[in-house]
């Protein structure tokens, strides 16, 4: 008989961890629950209910807690929960080894990615770090404007923004150190208004008029009153980069709200739809409770102007976390579609396939166990009950007559206290 395999669990910092060894293998499972938003998709698809979704209301509201509770004992270490974890916040490991996107396993297929109109810029990046998953990285490829033109003070000129032009693309701040970007604090970048920063500044003291700004910018919005370079070059420079999207996005279309050359695709995990429930909104508080703003790994919660409290479907991943945190139940989430990768013709295909069903039906189908051997209940023989002898009428009626004849003694208190105190001696 095979040793039963060893299995531990250890916390560090927000990591719960929890391993299995065996013999031949060393299974991780490693869950971030300060990134888990608490969607409880994991809960919901667990084949052997290993996964328990904790009080979100409390912890939508500020209890420090994770909002998924594992228990090892129950756990198959089977991947699911990886699999499909819209936020990343669980990862599998074998033998050290990512296995959260094995070939054989279904995964959620869920993508932001740059396509042709790609000039690059800086917008989605900021975006992305203010309000999304951090996951988008832009590297600029083409030279600054000291190593085409090195600084010389005191060249006189003018240079001007034109703001009507101007979408904040952040080319000419990374180019030159004379333009200043200043950024919005991350309550003020709304779905109303995704651009990341409020203002673009130039310090007059950096620049020397060499009109490069001129030249690399996409919407002609810079106009310089200077003198070029006679060693910079002539032909205007072109904006070269690229754009890198990590593992780490969840799709939740804030860098396509943002792009202004619609330079982005994006393909969601979950279709599906959002909505308030109007009649339980009369005691919200969003300021108060902030609940649904808290969870919401997407920040597709804003409070508009003159109203209570708005969602943006467009940057909603339909992942039910806001539903579960809210206390009024004034929040619906509906899952329509799931994208996943295809479903391998595996032994256990169809456990997958039960489990990608119940993101959306809500229901989860468990395993068929109507296979497994059960022993036949024993069998205890059946005794016949005892016979009842016969009462004899006129003896019964002398014990009763008898009976009545002590009752009186019984019922006096001092008789009884003196015999209770004979047998107590």
């Not at 490693?30 to 009080?55: H, N, Q």
């Not at 974890?85 to 990615?113: F, G, L, N, W």
């Amino acid at each position: 008989m095979p040793p039963q395999p060893e299995i531990t669990q250890t916390v560090e910092d927000s990591h719960i961890i929890t391993v299995e060894r065996t013999r031949d293998l060393t299974k991780k499972i490693d869950y971030d629950y300060k990134r888990c938003c608490g969607c409880g998709i994991c809960a919901s698809l667990c084949p052997t209910d290993a996964l328990e979704l904790g009080d979100m209301c409390a912890i939508g509201t500020g209890l420090d807690a994770p909002p998924v509770l594992l228990d090892p004992d129950r756990c198959s270490f089977c991947g699911m929960c990886a699999a499909f974890c819209p936020t990343k916040a669980v990862r599998i490991k074998i033998d050290d080894v990512d296995a959260s996107r094995r070939e054989c396993y279904p995964h959620i297929d869920a993508r932001a990615q740059a396509n042709d109109n790609c000039i690059p810029c800086s917008l989605c990046e900021q975006v992305c770090l203010a309000c999304g998953s951090g996951a988008i990285t832009v590297e600029y490829t083409f030279p600054k404007k000291e190593e085409i033109a090195p600084f010389k003070e005191g060249v006189a000129g003018e240079i001007a923004i034109d703001m009507g032009k101007c979408n904040y693309c952040g080319i000419c701040a990374y180019f030159c150190d004379a333009f200043i970007l200043i950024p919005k604090e991350k309550e003020e970048v709304t779905p109303i208004d995704p651009v990341p920063f409020e203002n673009i500044l130039i310090d007059e003291e950096r620049c020397d008029y060499c009109v490069l700004c001129e030249d690399i910018c996409p919407e002609d919005a810079i106009k310089v009153t200077g003198t070029r370079d006679a060693t910079a070059p002539q032909a205007r420079i072109r904006v070269t980069g690229a754009l890198s999207v990590s593992e780490d996005c969840i799709a939740c279309g804030w860098c396509v709200s943002v792009c202004p050359y619609n330079a982005i695709d994006v393909a969601k995990a979950f279709d599906g739809e959002i909505r308030l429930i109007g009649n339980h909104l009369t005691k919200c508080d969003p300021v108060g409770c902030h609940a649904c703003f808290n969870v919401c790994p997407s920040n597709a919660w804003y409070i508009p102007e003159g109203g209570k409290i708005e969602v943006s479907p467009d940057r909603c991943i339909f992942c039910g976390a806001c539903a579960h945190a809210c206390w009024l139940d004034a929040i619906a989430v509906t899952r329509d579609s799931v994208a996943h990768t295809p479903e391998c013709d595996t032994a256990w295909k169809h456990e997958w396939a039960r489990g990608i069903k119940c993101i959306t039906s809500g229901v989860r189908a468990h395993p068929d166990r109507s296979h497994l051997v059960v022993p036949p209940a024993p069998v205890r023989e059946v005794l016949e009950p005892p016979e009842v002898p016969a009462i004899d009428p006129a003896l019964l009626l002398k014990v009763r007559e008898r009976i009545d004849r002590v009752m009186p003694m019984l019922r006096d208190v001092k008789t009884r206290t003196e015999w209770e105190g004979v047998r107590d001696s």
